[in-house]
C-alpha cells in the first residue's frame, strides 16, 4: 500500500517485530514517574508497538510502524516547511506518537512541531528533562510484558473453558458457545452444503449473515476444486467486511465427498493475536467433534461391523471392517486377561475405567477391548511376522494376559478357548502373559487328521455319560491338569478351584476313562487326542500350547 498521511488506525497498529504486545499510548502517559505529557494531536488513544529513538533527518525509512519515536529534535529543520515534510513522513511510516525530549537542545517542544502533528493527526508528548529516553523505554515494555501476561491468562483460561466444553454430551453446542462468548462474535458451524447446523452468540442483520453464508460456500467449492484426486486437503480459511463486521470462515478438515464442515465468524471487529489462538484451539476442537468416530462414538467401519453382527451376518464376513489394515483383516489374535496385581491404573469396575481403557488400547495396539470387572477379551488384527504388543507395559497395569495364536476370523471360537487356556496357565505358573503358539513339525503331522480325530472321539466317547459337573468340565480340568504336568496346586490355580476339587474330578476322568494317569505313556496318549477333538483345530493347522518345565505332582 503507498504510503499517505492518513494517521494509523488506533485499534490496529502494526504489531512489533517481537510479537510482544502494543500498550495504549494512554498507559504511558498516565505513568506519574516519567511525567509525559500530550501536546499536538489527536485524543484519541493509539497503541504503541515499540520504542524507537533516533535523530535522522528522514528516519522514515528505518520505520517499521506502530512505534513511539523519541527525539531531541537535535537535527530538526529549522524552517516551519522542514518541520512539516518531517511530520508528514513520519507518519506516513506509520508512526503511532512522537515523543519530544525538552533539553539539551530545546529548552521547549518547538511551536512549528506542534502546528505539523496538529496538522498531521500525530500525537505529540512532551518529555521533561528529568526523564531519560531509557526510562520511557523500560517503562514501554514492562507494560507490554504486562500485556503479554494478561494475554497468556486470557488464553488459557479459553483453552480450559473450550475442553471443558468438549467433554459434555452437548459438545459441539457447547464448544461454540464458549468460542462466541470469547470472541465477543456470532458463531456458526455450516454444514458441507452450506446449511447452518449449530449457532451462538448475538446474531447479526440479516445481510450480514447471508454474506458470510456466501463467502462460506465459495471457500468450500474451492476446497472441492482442489480434492479432485479424493485425498483430504488442509484446513483453508477466508475473510471479508461487511458494514461494522469483520467476516472469517474456516474450514475443517474432513474425508467428505460434499466437502467439509465450516465454522463461520462474524465478529464486531478485527481478531486480536487472544482472538486467534483461541479460535484455534476451538477449530482443532471442532475438527475433532465432527468427524465420524466422535459424532457416532465410534468409527463408522466398526459401527457397520457391529450392526451386521447383531443382524447375523457371520465373523468371517465383517472381519474385514474391523482392520485398519486391509491385508491383516484375515488374521487376528484373541487375548485374555485378568488384573492379578495391583498397579497403577488397574480397575474393578464394571465394563472398565475410560483411563484403563485408553492405556490398554494403546500397549495391545487395538481399539476392540472388553472389561468387565478384573477380567479383559481383546481382539488384535495380526499381520504375518507381526510382533507381539508390548506385554511388559501391560503387566505393569496389573494384569495377566493369555494369547492365542494368530488365526483366521473363521477360528475366533477356537483362539478363544486357547487365549482362555494360556491366560489359566500363566496365572498358575506365575508368569506375566502366555502364548499359544501353532506347530507345524510335531508328531501330529505324522498322523492322518481323520484318524486322529476318530481316536480322539473314541477315547473320550465315557465323557459323554459323566454325571455333575459334565464331560465339558471334566474334559477342561483333565486338560488343564495335563498342561501342567499333573501338579494340584498349579491346576487349581488356573482354574480358581480348590485342589481337593481338582483331585475329585481327575479321579472321576480315570475312572471313566479306565486309565491310569500316574502312567506317563497313559497322559502322552490323552493330550495327543485332546487336541483333536472337534473345535480344538484352527483351519489347516496342528496347534500345541507353550511347553513349561515338568514339576512334580
Given at each position: 500500500m503507498p504510503p499517505t498521511s492518513t494517521p494509523p488506525s488506533p485499534t490496529s497498529p502494526t504489531p512489533p517485530p517481537s510479537g510482544t504486545p502494543a500498550v495504549p499510548l494512554s498507559t504511558l502517559l498516565a505513568d506519574a514517574a516519567l511525567g509525559l505529557q500530550q501536546v499536538a494531536g489527536p485524543t484519541q488513544d493509539r497503541l504503541v508497538g515499540t520504542i524507537g529513538t533516533t535523530e535522522l533527518e528522514d528516519p522514515a525509512p528505518y520505520l517499521l510502524g506502530g512505534e513511539l519515536l523519541?527525539?531531541?529534535?537535535?537535527?530538526?529543520?529549522?524552517?516551519?516547511?522542514?518541520?512539516?515534510?518531517?511530520?508528514?513522513?513520519?507518519?506516513?511510516?506509520?508512526?503511532?506518537?512522537?515523543?519530544?525530549?525538552?533539553?539539551?537542545?530545546?529548552?521547549?517542544?518547538?511551536?512549528?512541531?506542534?502546528?505539523?502533528?496538529?496538522?498531521?493527526?500525530?500525537?505529540?508528548?512532551?518529555?521533561?528533562?528529568?526523564?531519560?529516553?531509557?526510562?520511557?523505554?523500560?517503562?514501554?515494555?514492562?507494560?507490554?510484558a504486562e500485556a503479554r501476561h494478561q494475554e497468556l491468562r486470557q488464553i488459557a483460561e479459553a483453552q480450559a473453558a473450550l475442553a471443558t466444553a468438549a467433554a459434555r454430551p452437548d459438545a459441539l453446542k457447547a464448544v461454540l458457545q464458549q468460542l462466541a462468548t470469547r470472541l465477543g462474535a456470532w458463531v456458526v458451524l455450516l454444514s458441507p452444503l452450506g446449511s447452518e447446523l449449530l449457532?451462538?452468540?448475538?446474531?447479526?442483520?440479516?445481510?450480514?449473515?447471508?454474506?458470510?453464508?456466501?463467502?462460506?460456500?465459495?471457500?468450500?467449492?474451492?476446497?472441492?476444486?482442489?480434492?479432485?484426486?479424493?485425498?483430504?486437503?488442509?484446513?483453508?480459511?477466508?475473510?471479508?467486511?461487511?458494514?461494522?463486521?469483520?467476516?472469517?470462515?474456516?474450514?475443517?478438515?474432513?474425508?467428505?465427498?460434499?466437502?467439509?464442515?465450516?465454522?463461520?465468524?462474524?465478529?464486531?471487529?478485527?481478531?486480536?493475536?487472544?482472538?486467534?489462538?483461541?479460535?484455534?484451539?476451538?477449530?482443532?476442537?471442532?475438527?475433532?467433534?465432527?468427524?465420524?468416530?466422535?459424532?457416532?462414538?465410534?468409527?463408522?467401519?466398526?459401527?457397520?461391523?457391529?450392526?451386521?453382527?447383531?443382524?447375523?451376518?457371520?465373523?468371517?464376513?465383517?472381519?474385514?471392517?474391523?482392520?485398519?489394515?486391509?491385508?491383516?483383516?484375515?488374521?487376528?489374535?484373541?487375548?485374555?486377561?485378568?488384573?492379578?496385581r495391583p498397579g497403577p491404573g488397574a480397575t474393578a469396575r464394571l465394563g472398565g475405567d475410560p483411563v484403563q481403557l485408553a492405556a490398554l488400547g494403546t500397549v495391545l495396539t487395538t481399539p476392540y477391548l472388553d472389561i468387565d470387572g478384573t477380567s479383559l477379551r481383546a481382539l488384535v488384527p495380526s499381520s504375518p511376522g507381526s510382533p507381539l504388543p508390548d506385554l511388559a507395559s501391560v503387566a505393569r497395569l496389573g494384569w495377566t494376559l493369555g494369547i492365542s495364536s494368530p488365526v483366521?476370523?473363521?477360528?475366533?471360537?477356537?483362539?478363544?478357548?486357547?487365549?482362555?487356556?494360556?491366560?489359566?496357565?500363566?496365572?498358575?505358573?506365575g508368569t506375566s502373559s502366555a502364548q499359544h503358539r501353532s506347530q507345524d513339525l510335531t508328531m501330529h503331522s505324522l498322523v492322518s487328521p481323520g484318524d486322529a480325530a476318530a481316536l480322539a472321539q473314541a477315547r473320550f466317547a465315557p465323557f459323554a455319560e459323566a454325571p455333575a459337573p459334565g464331560p465339558a468340565v471334566l474334559l477342561e480340568t483333565l486338560r488343564t491338569w495335563l498342561a501342567h504336568h499333573g501338579n494340584w496346586d498349579r491346576t487349581a490355580a488356573a482354574l480358581q478351584l480348590h485342589r481337593n476339587t481338582v483331585r475329585r474330578r481327575i479321579a472321576k476322568s480315570a475312572e471313566l476313562l479306565d486309565a491310569d494317569l500316574q502312567d506317563l505313556n497313559v497322559r502322552m496318549e490323552l493330550w495327543f487326542a485332546l487336541h483333536w477333538l472337534p473345535g480344538e483345530q484352527a483351519t489347516g493347522k496342528q496347534t500345541t500350547a507353550d511347553p513349561t518345565e515338568p514339576t512334580p505332582p
Open positions: 523519541l527525539i531531541a529534535g537535535v537535527r530538526l529543520p529549522e524552517t516551519t516547511e522542514g518541520v512539516d515534510t518531517y511530520v508528514q513522513r513520519v507518519v506516513q511510516a506509520g508512526i503511532a506518537a512522537l515523543g519530544f525530549g525538552v533539553a539539551p537542545v530545546h529548552d521547549e517542544v518547538p511551536s512549528a512541531l506542534v502546528t505539523a502533528c496538529d496538522r498531521h493527526g500525530l500525537p505529540l508528548l512532551r518529555i521533561p528533562p528529568g526523564t531519560p529516553f531509557v526510562a520511557v523505554n523500560h517503562a514501554a515494555h514492562a507494560a507490554m449457532a451462538a452468540g448475538t446474531r447479526p442483520e440479516a445481510p450480514a449473515a447471508v454474506q458470510l453464508r456466501a463467502l462460506a460456500a465459495r471457500t468450500t467449492a474451492h476446497v472441492r476444486s482442489r480434492s479432485a484426486d479424493g485425498r483430504p486437503q488442509p484446513p483453508t480459511a477466508a475473510a471479508e467486511h461487511h458494514a461494522e463486521f469483520h467476516l472469517t470462515v474456516h474450514t475443517l478438515p474432513a474425508e467428505i465427498a460434499d466437502g467439509p464442515f465450516v465454522l463461520g465468524v462474524a465478529a464486531p471487529s478485527r481478531p486480536t493475536a487472544v482472538h486467534r489462538s483461541v479460535l484455534g484451539t476451538a477449530l482443532v476442537l471442532l475438527s475433532l467433534l465432527t468427524t465420524p468416530r466422535h459424532a457416532l462414538g465410534t468409527d463408522t467401519r466398526s459401527a457397520a461391523a457391529l450392526v451386521r453382527l447383531m443382524l447375523g451376518q457371520h465373523p468371517v464376513d465383517v472381519a474385514r471392517l474391523l482392520s485398519p489394515d486391509a491385508r491383516a483383516a484375515d488374521n487376528w489374535v484373541v487375548v485374555h486377561g485378568r488384573i492379578t483366521a476370523a473363521a477360528d475366533l471360537t477356537i483362539a478363544d478357548r486357547q487365549a482362555d487356556r494360556m491366560l489359566r496357565h500363566a496365572v498358575a505358573t
